[in-house]
């Protein structure tokens, strides 16, 4: 295995998954959808950040964060994944 391989975990990817269904999200409004504490959630945007699933855009005092091309490509391999190994029951 690579040495810069990951794994999301359930968290990681509800963290995707609005990041994409709402572009650029404002990280205090990201914690209260995902209902993870502010600065877990920061710890967590971090790690997304260093293995280029999601970046960070800082506009004023005011972080927003947005998904890259490679956090919807594994958001929908790990979607894909549950349906595999769900039967094909969808799992929200």
Request: hydrophobic share 35%.
């Amino acid at each position: 295995m690579k040495k810069n391989a990951f794994l999301l975990n359930t968290q990681h990817l509800k963290i995707l998954d609005n990041l994409y269904n709402n572009n650029d999200i404002i990280i205090s409004d990201l914690s209260k959808k995902t209902d993870i504490s502010y600065s877990h959630l920061l710890n967590v945007m971090n790690h997304l950040e260093s293995i280029g699933v999601a970046t960070s855009i800082k506009k004023g005092r005011v972080v927003m964060m947005t998904i890259t091309e490679k956090g919807k490509e594994s958001l929908y391999f790990a979607k894909e994944l549950d349906k595999i190994l769900n039967g094909g029951k969808q799992n929200e």
